[in-house]
């Protein structure tokens, strides 16, 4: 007798996950707040070419029914928000986000990846300032048009950039408890990107002055 081949589980397809979870909750809030019923939000998505039944929005709002990101596109074109809006959930703390089901970052985190600020450095480099500075260039590179990411290289810039990294690890480790001498150890970075942010900005400084 031939021996069978267990079949591997398998996700099922209508399956909702984390995104999908906030993307319901936060719908039915910014519609809410909007004060819009499913069936007027049901003709605006018509007016622009993403027809939704009511019944569909109720639906996706019960985590019946997934969102594509042709849906989600026209859901905040309609409603007139960030798709930033209906992605992530409405804080900016320490508090944990689900960016998929066996991964978590803190909120704060999870806004800055998602606008294109850092990546999402807790999974990726730690607390290893080399391995930050390059998973940062390469994340940039592959999310940026280059006209933004040109400008983000200038030294100004990029003392800015690594300055609020800093400060953000430093006060996200406080929050956290983190040891004492961690703390210290990001402060002394975050006070090294400070003076060199001073410099970049003096440079600036003389540059315009010659030119008046």
């Known amino acids: 007798m031939e021996a069978v081949d267990e079949p591997k589980p398998t996700r099922r397809t209508n399956e909702v996950g984390p995104t999908g979870a906030q993307v ?97 450095l807790d999974s990726v480099v730690g607390d290893d300032d080399d391995g930050l500075l390059r998973e940062t260039q390469a994340y940039e590179s592959l999310s940026l048009p280059p006209q933004r990411l040109n400008e983000r290289k200038q030294p100004a810039s990029r003392a800015a950039f690594m300055l609020r990294v800093q400060v953000r690890q430093l006060v996200s480790g406080m929050l956290r408890d983190a040891p004492v001498g961690a703390s210290r150890g990001r402060l002394a970075e975050a006070r090294r990107w400070h003076g060199r942010l001073a410099d970049e900005l003096a440079h600036v400084e003389q540059d315009l002055a010659s030119k008046e």
């Open 24 to 120: 319901a909750e936060n719908l039915r809030r910014i519609r809410d707040a909007r004060g819009l019923s499913t069936t007027r939000l049901s003709k605006l998505l018509a007016e622009v070419g993403r027809p939704i039944q009511p019944t569909g929005i109720t639906k996706i709002e019960k985590r019946e029914r997934k969102v594509d990101v042709d849906d989600l596109v026209a859901l905040a074109l309609v409603l007139n928000v960030s798709p930033l809006a209906l992605l992530l959930p409405p804080t900016d703390g320490d508090d944990a986000v689900s960016l998929a089901p066996s991964m978590t970052v803190p909120a704060w985190l999870a806004w800055e990846w998602s606008e294109g600020t850092s990546p999402a």
